[in-house]
């Protein structure tokens, strides 16, 4: 089994629809992290959290919320689509173990390939 | 800020030794990883690197210089399945999130 999933994993929808895409993850973990990929542009940074009280912006949130329901648990709501927040979604996590000089590696899920027309 | 500069692309053929550099502008620099990522599908970790020097894993192979704020990926005996997009990352400035460069196409032919 996937350690980190992602629902749904292809969808289109409609400007001005709300969408939730939601991540489970059994590694145990703490942190949960959501990015954008578009093409040429890497991985951006839309939200992370670091336990279940802790929520953060990253580099690119507006128009977007989250919510962490349980350790587990990372949801990413776009409240009113736009065709620019048409990409490929990810969510990843890592461990608190790596600290300062720690590697924080991140595992992925498998992506949310999103189309808003 | 942050920055990172890779390559957008690399060509290759089977068989052969290519590397990916980066070069990065960061301050409270703590290490530099790599990630590679198929057409499609998910970003996995490949290695990390702390200090200076080079760090090993199978063909694989990764190096850093920090005075130099450059790193790169060695990949040797290219085989087509090597083909994918590689990111580098840099952790710094007292947070553990990554700032990941825009990544590496690497093509390899027959």
């Known amino acids: 089994d996937a350690d980190v999933t992602q629902t749904p994993r292809n969808r289109i929808t409609k400007t001005g629809k709300r969408i939730m895409l939601e991540c489970s993850q059994t590694?145990?973990?703490?942190?949960m992290y959501w990015y954008r990929q578009d093409p040429g542009l890497g991985l951006q940074l839309i939200y992370y959290?670091?336990?279940?009280?802790?929520?953060n912006k990253g580099e690119i949130s507006d128009g977007y919320s989250v919510s962490r329901q349980a350790q587990a648990k990372f949801s990413l709501s776009l409240e009113s689509a736009i065709p620019n927040q048409t990409a490929l979604y990810f969510c990843?996590?890592?461990?608190?173990?790596?600290?300062?000089?720690?590697?924080?590696?991140?595992?992925f899920g498998p992506g949310t390939r999103l189309t808003v027309l | 800020g942050q920055s990172l500069e890779q390559p957008s692309e690399v060509t290759a053929v089977e068989g052969a030794i290519v590397q990916i550099n980066c070069t990065y502008q960061t301050s409270g620099f703590y290490g530099l990883s790599w990630y590679q990522q198929h057409d499609g599908g998910a970003p996995t970790f490949l290695s990390y690197?702390?200090?200076?020097g080079l760090e090993e894993t199978g063909r694989f192979s990764s190096f850093l210089s920090r005075s130099d704020s450059y790193g790169y990926l060695l990949l040797q005996e290219l085989q087509m399945k090597d083909s994918a997009s590689y990111f580098c990352?840099?952790?710094?400035?007292?947070?553990?999130?990554?700032?990941f460069g825009r990544g590496t196409s690497l093509i390899v032919h027959p």
């Open positions: 959290s670091f336990d279940v009280k802790d929520i």
């Open positions: 690197n702390a200090l200076d």
């Open positions: 590694k145990g973990h703490d942190r």
């Open positions: 990843a996590t890592s461990d608190s173990l790596g600290g300062v000089g720690g590697t924080d590696t991140q595992y």
């Open positions: 990352a840099v952790r710094s400035g007292g947070s553990y999130i990554p700032t």
